[in-house]
Nanobody, 125 residues
């Protein structure tokens, strides 16, 4: 099972980025899993960012990103996106995509079945 996050980079305050999470290698129906995003800034605790259900019909966001970030998925491409707008310096972190059979809103690795390498987002002021 592989979760490949991409799309990170350097952006100025107020700018936008779109992260992608390509999912492959699932032994069950690839549509039958929920995907989440977590992030971790240097020296800080891991933080929950967002989740989307297997169908895409249910989403949930952490308080710090609500109204600015949007999670979506294209099951035909086995890809989940995180559109990040109005970026702030405190959004600087490594962003990880995670997957589980159940819809979760948890920042702990142990609560997710799968996770991948992260992608670095740096917001400069």
């Amino acid at each position: 099972v592989q979760l490949q996050a991409s799309g990170g980079g350097l952006v100025q305050v107020g700018g936008s980025l779109r992260l992608s999470c390509k999912v492959s290698g699932f032994t069950w129906d690839p549509d039958d899993y929920a995907i989440g995003w977590l992030r971790q800034a240097p020296g800080k605790e891991r933080e929950y960012v967002a989740s989307i259900s297997s169908s895409g019909g249910r989403t949930y966001y952490g308080d710090s990103v609500k109204g600015r970030f949007t999670i979506s998925r294209d099951n035909a491409k086995n890809t989940v996106y995180l559109q990040m707008n109005s970026l702030k310096p405190e959004d600087t972190a490594v962003y990880y995509c995670v997957a589980d059979h159940y819809f979760r809103t948890d920042s702990r690795w142990s609560r997710w079945d799968y996770w991948g390498q992260g992608t670095l987002v740096t917001v400069s002021s």
